[in-house]
């Protein structure tokens, strides 16, 4: 059994070096990217907007997720935290 613990050792050392090795290999110079990728960027922004509005709509105008209007959500959560009582703290 205790040879099985070396062999795990060596191999994870061994994937850790040619991984490495395979990284810097890969990544030494980058890609180069034209102005047509910051365009399509630019233009899944705005995709992603409209879509964030058109669900952001949907959700906060259900009345089955949002049952009570916000001022009384407000109100109810103001009067369980009422801040004019006092902390009182007891050291033991």
Known sequence: MPVLSWVCALTLFGIYFVEKYKLYEHCRKPPRMSKNLIHISIYCLYIGLVLHIIFSISMLGNTNIFSKPF?????????????????TVRLR
């Open 71 to 87: 001022e009384e959500l407000i109100t109810e959560n103001t009067e369980k935290f009422d801040s004019s009582k006092k902390l």
